[in-house]
């Protein structure tokens, strides 16, 4: 019987993700489980919101810029997975407020993510993972790359 029917495999575009979609795709072949593929743009606006200056149409442009290049590096591991388009998804926002979105609209049962060691102002504010993780209301496994 199979535990898992629904896995998300929760990208970063700005990391290898080999390891990550290998664990989520070898779940999910002996689940016989659907897949889904997520990455979510954190909005720059905030970043450049409070130093005085008018960036809104060159962060504007970036981020359309980002959307593009996201939109393509998805476009490319759905072809190569043979994933439908409506399987892979992207979104702009907070990460991990953006990922239990997609597991609740999608009722998934396991989101599969990256998680690196923490240190510095990362093991002060958290990560995604661990956001993710305290949030979650399906299984969250984190595989830890880069080691």
């Keep these: ?14 990391s290898d993700n080999s390891e990550i979609l290998a664990k989520g795709r070898e779940i999910a072949e002996d689940n016989a489980a659907e897949v889904f593929l997520a990455h979510v743009n954190a909005p720059l606006a905030i970043a450049y919101a409070t130093d005085g200056m008018n960036w809104s149409d060159q962060v504007v442009s970036f981020e359309v810029s980002i959307r593009k290049e996201s939109e393509a ?5 759905g072809k190569e997975l043979n994933l439908s388009s409506e399987n892979c998804i992207i979104k ?4 991990s407020a953006e990922i239990h979105a997609i597991c609740k ?4 049962d396991l989101v599969v ?12 504010l958290g990560s995604t ?3 993710v993780l305290h949030g979650s209301t399906c299984d969250v496994l984190s595989v830890r790359v880069g080691k």
């Design 1 to 14: 019987m199979a535990i898992y029917k629904k896995i998300l495999i929760a990208l970063d575009f700005q």
């Design 73 to 77: 590096h998805m476009a490319k591991l």
């Design 92 to 95: 702009e926002g907070r990460p």
């Design 113 to 124: 993510l990256g998680t690196h060691g923490q240190s510095g102002l990362q093991l002060l």
């Design 129 to 131: 993972a661990n956001s």
């Design 105 to 108: 609209d999608k009722d998934i």
